[in-house]
């Protein structure tokens, strides 16, 4: 890590109707960090992740990525700027290839030799992918589906990737090799949010983690430091 902050939300508020959702929350990522969101259902998690991406605009605070407020940016030009998004549920196109859906994450770029290269880059990654290029998506086991989306939101060359627990619904040896995964993503110098329910597996590989609870974050620190807090430990690894 460098030790430079390239990302903050600042006294971030999110409303959906008249329920208020994020009140007024602040993090920073340093360049090349993996920093963990963690709590129960309904917390704000996702909420905050698709307020980075645009999906949904804040009522107030900001957002900062490389030195400029991207809080009012469509998704599009958030992608464009070097911020990809994992979604919760994977959202793989099921009847195309797993390469067509590779290539969708580079829609906007047009280096077709560098997309080659990114794409050589993914099945390095990910080498049951290259043995499944030419199946359709929808055919995959729900972990190949999983390191898929992963892979197609790298086509984007991302600076900074947002996962939405990758590892729901996974089978524990699988959600170990995720994992493994995003750590080596992170050595390439790709700053993380993780959003997971697996606390345990999310705190052993994150730099810093935040604990949000009820639209508010209850506890920050270290990730070392939360793993051995008695509050996180009983309420989100199991005592």
Do not use: C, W
Not at 25 to 30: A, F, K, R, Y
Not at 225 to 235: S, T
């Amino acid at each position: 890590m460098s030790g430079e902050t390239f990302f903050a939300i600042r006294n971030l508020r999110v409303f959906y109707g008249r329920v208020e959702a994020l009140k007024g929350i602040s993090l920073e990522v340093d360049q090349g960090a993996i920093v963990t969101l963690i709590g129960a259902n309904g917390a704000g998690k996702s909420t905050a992740l698709r307020a980075v991406s645009g999906l949904v605009h804040p009522a107030s605070g900001e957002i900062v990525f490389q030195g400029k407020r991207i809080d009012s940016l469509s998704p599009q030009d958030v992608v464009r700027g070097g911020i990809a998004h994992v979604p919760e549920g994977r959202r793989v196109f099921p009847f195309m290839t797993v390469r067509e859906n590779l290539n969708m994450g580079a829609f906007r770029r047009k280096d077709k030799e560098e997309i080659q290269k990114n794409l050589e880059g993914v099945f390095e990654h990910f080498p049951i992918l290259r043995e499944r290029r030419n199946q359709r998506a929808g055919s995959l086991s729900g972990g190949e589906q999983q390191m898929l989306a992963i892979g197609r939101a790298l086509m984007s060359q991302p600076t900074l990737l947002l996962l939405d627990e990758p590892s729901l619904g996974l089978a524990p040896l699988m959600v170990k090799e995720v994992g493994r995964i995003i750590g080596e993503i992170n050595q390439r110098q790709v700053g993380i949010i993780l959003v997971e329910q697996n606390a345990h597996m999310a705190l052993r590989i994150a730099h810093r983690g935040y604990v949000l609870e009820i639209g508010s974050i209850a506890l920050e620190g270290p990730a070392s430091d939360l793993i051995d807090n008695e509050h996180v430990k009983q309420a989100y690894l199991g005592g």
